[in-house]
């Protein structure tokens, strides 16, 4: 299990590693069409609710266990957020079963499940998700949309991160990206152009954090494995000492007694 999750482990770190860049340059160029456009654009994805009631949580786990404290730790933190005393109502989207089985056993509804993404996903396995969330905030059934995931630090190091997926936040940052370099120049009128940028960088952003999320299972489940292995190594060299102690005992005791009986 070790080396099946350690081929895993290095194609899903690629993807999640070149993914970053791509989603880079598309808050670039978002920012530019936000900020530098005139008159100033604007659109549903960005803008925020007077009024925050309901929140959704795209609630991002592994279908299988054997990993060291992969699901533990981010099934906590998401008892965390459901626990915190408010005034919002959390919606929540499940994307593997350990974290439909964790809030059915907290009894918690679960607004969708996608259960099925898989090991390997692609863009079109998570396009529903994204989908999903979209459809809810632009008919006012979601006000605010959250993803709750294993974020993909190193191959030692992954941590529970809370991101912010709607509304879309083009913030300082991406403003001074945005004033410091020079406008695009669009060959369709701009709010088309917002529309599907807007439209893409979820559907991107609900991607990349599938396979943060997916980096950070492969690699914590092969260093679980990896400890196992040397665990199991540990075990076998103690029992065998002790094998062999034993066996020297018996063999000593068996010549006392020929040596006794002789004489």
Request: proline share 3%; with cysteine.
């Amino acid at each position: 299990m070790e080396m099946i999750s350690a081929a895993k482990m290095k194609k899903a770190q690629q993807q999640a590693l070149k993914g970053r860049p791509y989603l880079q340059k598309l808050s670039d160029i978002i920012a530019n069409l936000v900020y530098l456009s005139e008159p100033k654009l604007s659109h549903k994805l960005l803008e925020p609710r007077k009024t925050v009631k309901n929140v959704g949580y795209i609630f991002i786990t592994a279908n299988r266990g054997l990993c060291s404290g992969f699901n533990t730790n981010i099934i906590r933190k998401m008892l965390e957020i459901l626990g915190e005393k408010n005034e919002t109502q959390e919606i929540v989207l499940t994307v593997g079963r350990k974290g439909k089985q964790a809030m059915e056993r907290v009894g918690k509804a679960v607004l969708a499940d996608f259960e099925g993404v898989g090991d390997k996903p692609s863009l079109m396995d998570t396009l529903g998700i994204s989908k999903v969330v979209i459809d809810d905030y632009m008919s006012g059934k979601l006000d605010e949309v959250y993803m709750v995931y294993n974020h993909f630090y190193s191959t030692a190091t992954q941590k529970p991160a809370v991101v912010k997926l709607l509304p879309i936040e083009p913030g300082e940052a991406f403003k001074k990206e945005a004033l410091t370099k020079r406008d695009y120049i669009f060959d369709q009128p701009c709010e088309v152009v917002l529309d599907e940028l807007l439209h893409r960088y979820v559907d991107t952003m609900v991607y990349q954090t599938v396979m943060e999320s997916s980096a950070s299972e492969h690699s914590a489940r092969m260093m679980a494995m990896r400890q196992a292995s040397d665990n199991a190594h540990e075990i076998v060299s103690h029992l065998t000492l002790h094998y062999n102690k034993g066996r020297q005992a018996k063999i000593t005791k068996e010549i006392l007694e020929v040596v006794s009986g002789s004489t």
